[in-house]
């Protein structure tokens, strides 16, 4: 079984621990808040308060004997860097750093940490590259918080009914509108494309290839959606 250690509990250590572990991953938590211990206790293997610059009791909890380390510290470079120094003495050749600046990547690219993270980043490239593939045709951000976008249906989608899809309940959107096209013949009998759009959509209706869904739903939601579906094999 994989053994990984998560150490700072934050909104990004905490997703990555507790999906490590619900993928059948051993983990090791580490944050020195007992608020967050408490918190993740039951959705991992083993949740540890402790500060990550004491060696010793890095140490103890086997941080030397993981496959990969996940230092999630962005908000305090002092500690991170401190951190990341100890691991590296500790022998820990597979650390993943959560940098929330760029002066921060940059000292411990200089440490010689290869995998950093800059979360923000990654999802404002991934979000632009989305754009830039033809999935979203639109996007538009509402003041409420919300945004609307054109997006075009996945292949994985296809065949599908939005009941099936459940995209109120599993992603927290909402489908406004089906743009689709429809091969219908003219008074003249002429054979044509016609673009047609269902703003009335029900559960029943079926998502067809080439459809465009018209979403809206908060701005997290609707970039975790445009982030997910733009992976390799959705
Ligand atoms: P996010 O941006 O993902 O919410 P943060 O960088 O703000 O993440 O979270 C940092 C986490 O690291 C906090 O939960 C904090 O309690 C924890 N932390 C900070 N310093 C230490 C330390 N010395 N030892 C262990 N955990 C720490």
Redesign the pocket.
């Given at each position: 079984m994989a053994k990984f250690a998560v150490?700072?509990?934050?909104?990004?250590?905490m997703t990555v621990a507790t999906t490590l572990y619900k993928n059948g991953a051993e983990v090791v938590a580490?944050?020195?808040?007992q608020e967050?211990i408490d918190e993740v206790k039951d959705s991992v293997s083993v949740a540890v308060n402790?500060?990550?610059?004491n060696e010793k009791a890095l140490k103890m909890n086997g941080i030397q004997d993981m496959d990969a380390v996940i230092l999630?510290?962005?908000?305090?470079i002092e500690?991170s860097v401190l951190t990341s120094v100890i691991l590296k003495k500790l022998g820990v050749s597979n650390i993943y750093a959560?940098v929330?600046s760029k002066v921060h990547a940059r000292i411990l690219e200089l440490l010689g940490i290869k995998n950093i993270i800059f979360p923000e980043e990654q999802i404002g490239l991934q979000i632009a590259n989305s754009l830039l593939s033809g999935n979203i045709l639109e996007y538009v951000d509402l003041s409420s918080g919300h945004s609307v976008i054109e997006f075009k249906v996945p292949e994985s989608w296809v065949g599908k009914t939005l009941q099936e899809l459940a995209l109120p309940t599993k992603r927290g959107v909402n489908v406004v509108a089906i743009k689709y096209t429809a091969q219908e013949i003219t008074e003249d009998g002429e054979n044509v494309t016609i673009q047609r759009v269902n703003d009335l959509p029900g559960a029943n209706d079926v998502i067809k290839h080439g459809d465009v869904l018209v979403l809206i739903g908060p701005k997290t939601k609707i970039n975790n959606l445009i982030t997910e579906t733009s992976k390799k094999g959705f």
């Open positions: 150490i700072g509990l934050g909104k990004f250590g580490i944050d020195n808040n967050l402790m500060n990550s610059t999630a510290i962005g908000n305090n500690v959560k929330d």
